[in-house]
């Protein structure tokens, strides 16, 4: 069996460079890898992406919106993840299960009594073995969001979730560290503020004990 590791953070946290680095980090080292993302990670996912974060001209329920974030994880889950994990293969994917609670429950206010049920029914039990969360202000990280969109000249409209209220941010980042007191052992926390070879240190060293660990077990 592969190894399963998740990156999460608000907005702007800097996830997705530094998933991409250890991704090349893990290829060197010889170790089979899947980069891979939610929502988006398959065909149907990438429909679902747009749907989820580009259509403002819908209103979504948040129990709809739940309901999307689930049926990609599902998808993701059965279709890549799975099988990837079943050759061997490590699985390193931008937010999973961690991002439902954060963002629909701390955010949106759900229930997470309600919602744990349907997360891990929609995830097919599958927990990552590690997480780092990429932890930051939510103003540095929402600067910083908007700062990409005018640098690429994609997206420079915020996306449905990067325009919601500060307010709203600051309930998902409190979320996530709800989240990573609660499981010290499965969540690495890094101080996303820092300069991107600095975190990218920190990232590479927890990965080297984890195999490590893997060869000695
Ligand atoms: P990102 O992956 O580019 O950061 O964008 C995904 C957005 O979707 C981000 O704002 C967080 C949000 N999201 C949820 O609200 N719930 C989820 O379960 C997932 C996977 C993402």
Known sequence: MGCFITFEGIEGCGKTTQIRMAGEFLEAKGIPVIVTEE???????????KLLL????????????LFLFLSDRAQHVKELIMPAL?????????????????????????????????????????RPRLTFLFDLPVETGLARAMDRGSKTGYASEADRFE??????????????????????ERF??????????????????????LIDARNDG
């Open 188 to 209: 690495f926390v890094i101080d996303g503020r820092k300069e991107i070879p600095a975190v990218q240190r920190e990232v590479s060293s927890r990965l080297t004990k």
């Open 86 to 126: 079943s050759r061997n293969m490590w699985v390193l994917c931008d937010r999973f299960t961690d991002a439902t609670v954060a963002y629909q429950c701390f955010g949106r206010g759900l229930d997470r009594d309600v919602v744990r049920g349907m997360v891990d029914f929609a995830a097919a039990g599958l």
């Open 54 to 65: 580009n259509r403002s001209d819908f209103e979504f329920c948040t129990e709809s919106e």
């Open 163 to 184: 325009s919601e209220k500060v307010e709203f941010h600051r309930r998902v980042r409190e979320g996530y560290l709800v989240l990573a007191g609660e499981e010290p």
């Open 39 to 49: 929502p988006g990670g398959t065909a149907l996912g990438a429909e679902l992406r």
